[in-house]
């Protein structure tokens, strides 16, 4: 039986399109690939408190999404956060099983 949609983890060549996005953010502190966003989504599901994604987002992109080259469109930007959005209950679900490697390799 196959995860729900939801849960699914990113293949290849979805973390390829978040790697690309997350290459057009300019600042020295934006995360600068899918691995990076392992260790944050995984330490904010295990934190204490459940982080909302108003208050984890701009440390992705570092700040405010202002950059206007970050995106070609509305729904570019719409499946970003779709595929941030899965991988993050990707992570959840994996660490609900006891599952500890990489989150970002499929399989």
């Known amino acids: 039986m196959s995860p729900p949609q939801q849960d699914r983890p ?3 060549a979805e973390c390829d399109r978040i790697n690309a ?15 990076e966003l392992d260790g944050f989504f995984a330490a904010l599901i295990c934190g204490p408190e459940m982080a909302k994604p108003n208050q984890y987002l701009p440390e ?3 700040g405010e999404m202002a950059d ?3 995106f070609a469109d509305r729904k570019e930007a719409q499946d970003f956060l779709s595929l941030l959005m899965r991988h993050w209950n990707s992570i959840v679900s ?5 599952e500890f490697r990489s989150f970002v390799v499929p399989g």
Do not use: P
Request: hydrophobic residues 40%; glycine residues 4%.
């Open 10 to 12: 990113l293949n290849d």
């Open 21 to 35: 996005m997350l290459s057009r953010f300019h600042s020295e502190y934006a995360m600068n690939n899918a691995e």
């Open 60 to 62: 992705i992109w570092s």
């Open 68 to 70: 206007d080259e970050a």
């Open 94 to 98: 994996k660490l609900e099983k006891g």
